[in-house]
């Protein structure tokens, strides 16, 4: 089975600052899909960011942005500007055929 | 975006009974949904893969007896807790991959079913 490690439990950043979520994986695939998924005291998955293996850009969304390393099988997070709103857990998923998911990395915003 | 329904989103039953969650996708099909759990604190685990028409795939060490999954049609899968014990008390999300997807996987989660079983 694969394997997604998100090493940092926990994390915090002060509002408006930057902060890097970290995500390591294990495939011996080379077509999977990599994503980001907040859940928020509400439990409700929010898909953050998607990347698909065979892009070599990484994928940004607003004030997400990933940085994604094929060939160290690395694919971490970066939220800039941090908000409020931003608090939450954040899950790290590779997916083929199924999805496998990290354990989650808290992020606390400090106003 | 896409929507994914459960219901019940709270419920509570005595050991013994068994439950029924519902998972629908609301403007989409779905040939594909599958069913997590959640435990406090921690990551979903996948239970079980379920495709329309078909029997549902179990991961291992998931009793496919105590948690009966029937995927009816293209929008609908229903998980049965059967004989619910206060041990699958817990947080159960679904989630359902988009069958006409456009270039890449999307899949829609459900906003999950917690159950408590006394």
């Known amino acids: 089975a694969q394997t997604v490690t998100q090493s940092q439990p926990e994390m915090s950043v002060q509002e408006a600052e930057t902060v890097t979520l970290s995500c390591t994986y294990d495939?011996?695939?080379?077509?999977?899909?990599l994503f980001w998924y907040k859940q928020p005291p509400s439990r409700q998955m929010i898909l953050v960011i998607r990347q698909e293996a065979y892009k070599q850009q990484n994928a940004t969304e607003n004030r997400f942005s990933v940085n994604f390393q094929k060939a160290a099988k690395s694919f971490s997070l970066k939220i800039s500007d941090s908000q409020l709103g931003d608090a939450a857990m954040y899950f790290c998923?590779?997916?083929?055929?199924?999805?496998?998911f990290g354990t989650g990395t808290s992020l606390t915003v400090i106003p | 975006g896409a929507v994914v329904s459960q219901h019940p989103s709270w419920v509570i039953c005595k050991s013994g009974t068994s439950v029924k969650i519902e998972c629908r996708s609301l403007?989409?099909?779905?040939?594909?949904m599958f069913w997590y759990r959640q435990f406090p604190k921690q990551s979903l685990m996948l239970m079980a893969t379920s495709n329309e028409g078909s029997k549902a795939t179990y991961e291992q060490g998931v009793e496919k007896d105590k948690f009966l999954i029937n995927h009816a049609s293209l929008t609908l899968s229903t998980l049965t807790v059967t004989s619910a014990h206060p041990e699958d008390s817990s947080f159960y999300i679904c989630?359902?991959?988009?069958?006409?997807?456009?270039?890449?996987?999307?899949?829609?989660f459900g906003p999950g079913t917690r159950l408590l079983v006394l």
């Open positions: 989630s359902a991959r988009e069958t006409t997807g456009y270039e890449g996987e999307t899949q829609y």
């Open positions: 495939t011996s695939e080379s077509d999977y899909y």
């Open positions: 998923a590779y997916f083929r055929n199924q999805f496998y």
């Open positions: 403007d989409f099909q779905a040939t594909t």
